[in-house]
C-alpha cells in the first residue's frame, strides 16, 4: 500500500476510554474505506507507540502519524516523536511523517457552542447573563497546552452572551474546578455549565461526574449542567482529514509551540533528542 495512517490515541486506565478510541477507529475507516488505518497509544493499552509504528511500517512505505490528541504537552512534543525517531531508525525504508496535534481550533470552538447550547436546553434555557461556564480540561505543567484551554474559553466567550466564561482543570494545575465554581456563585450566576475538555471518557470524566454531583450536593440552591466530551462529533474526523490531506500533498502543517524549548532542554539534559 502506498501510505498507511497510525492514528495515536493517549490511552486510558478506563477500559471504556480505549474502546472509544477504537471505534472512533472504526468510524473514521467506514468514512474513507480506501484508507489503511492502524490505532496504537502513548499508555495504558496492549497495541503502544513501538508496536504501532513496527505494524504500520510492514504495511507501507510512507507512514501518516495522526495524534487524537487535543493539547500538545509531553507526549505529543516529546514522548512521541522519541519513539518516532527510534522507528526511523528501525525502518530506514520507510517514511514517516508526523501531522499535528488537534489543539486550539474553530472546529473545536464549533463543538463546545453546541454542546454549551445542549446543557442550556437542559437547564430550561436560563438567562446566560446569569449562567456561568466553566471549561474543564485535563491539567498539564506545560504552559503552552493549558494555555490552549484559556484561549478556547476566551473565543467561547467572545462567540456567545455569557458574561462569565472560566476555566479549571482537573489535575496537575489550577484553578480546579470546586475553586472555579465558588468564584462563579459569588459572583452572582445561578446556573453553572460544566464543559469537559475533553475527546472520550476515561478516569477523569468518571471524576468529573462525581465532582459535578459532589457541587450540586454542596450547592442546592444552583442549577449545574454537565456536558458531554467531543471525540465522535463531525468536526474531529473532519480536522483530521485535513491533517491526512496535508500531510499527503506536502502543505505546510502548523508547528508546535515548544514552552521555550523546555522539552528540548530537558532532552538534552538526559540525553535525548527529538524532532519537531
Not at 473545536?108 to 436560563?126: C, E, H, T
Not at 479549571?168 to 465554581?181: D, H, K, S, Y
Not at 459535578?212 to 450536593?217: D, G, S
Not at 505546510?252 to 519537531?276: F, S
Request: charged residues 25%.
Amino acid at each position: 500500500m502506498e501510505h498507511s495512517i497510525l492514528l495515536v490515541g493517549h490511552g486510558s486506565r478506563a477500559k471504556q476510554g480505549n474502546i472509544e478510541i477504537e471505534t472512533f477507529a472504526e468510524h473514521w475507516r467506514a468514512q474513507h474505506p480506501e484508507w489503511q488505518i492502524d490505532v496504537c497509544f502513548i499508555e495504558f493499552a496492549d497495541v503502544l507507540l513501538d508496536a504501532g509504528f513496527d505494524l504500520a511500517a510492514k504495511k507501507s512505505k510512507k507512514v501518516l502519524v495522526v495524534p487524537l490528541i487535543l493539547n500538545a504537552a509531553g507526549h505529543v512534543k516529546m514522548e512521541v516523536p522519541e519513539h518516532l525517531a527510534e522507528a526511523r531508525k528501525r525502518h530506514p525504508t520507510v517514511e514517516f511523517l508526523y501531522a499535528p496535534h488537534l489543539g486550539a481550533s474553530e472546529a473545536i470552538l464549533s463543538i463546545m457552542k453546541r454542546n454549551l447550547q445542549k446543557v442550556m436546553v437542559g437547564l430550561d434555557m436560563p438567562d446566560p447573563k446569569s449562567t456561568g461556564v466553566i471549561v474543564l480540561g485535563r491539567g498539564s505543567s506545560d504552559k503552552i497546552a493549558n494555555g490552549e484551554v484559556a484561549k478556547m474559553a476566551r473565543w467561547l466567550w467572545e462567540e456567545t452572551q455569557h458574561e462569565l466564561v472560566d476555566m479549571a482543570f482537573t489535575g496537575i494545575t489550577f484553578p480546579r474546578l470546586e475553586t472555579a465554581v465558588q468564584r462563579q456563585i459569588k459572583l452572582g450566576m445561578t446556573q453553572v455549565c460544566v464543559l469537559p475538555y475533553y475527546l472520550f471518557t476515561g478516569t477523569l470524566i468518571e471524576r468529573i461526574d462525581k465532582q459535578v454531583a459532589h457541587l450540586q450536593a454542596q450547592y442546592p440552591q444552583i442549577r449545574f449542567g454537565l456536558s458531554q466530551y467531543f471525540g465522535f462529533e463531525p468536526e474531529i474526523y473532519a480536522s483530521l482529514d485535513q491533517r491526512v490531506f496535508d500531510l499527503l500533498e506536502d502543505r505546510p502543517t502548523k508547528m508546535m509551540e515548544c514552552d521555550g524549548c523546555h522539552y528540548r532542554q530537558i532532552a538534552q539534559e538526559h540525553g535525548h533528542g527529538h524532532e519537531h
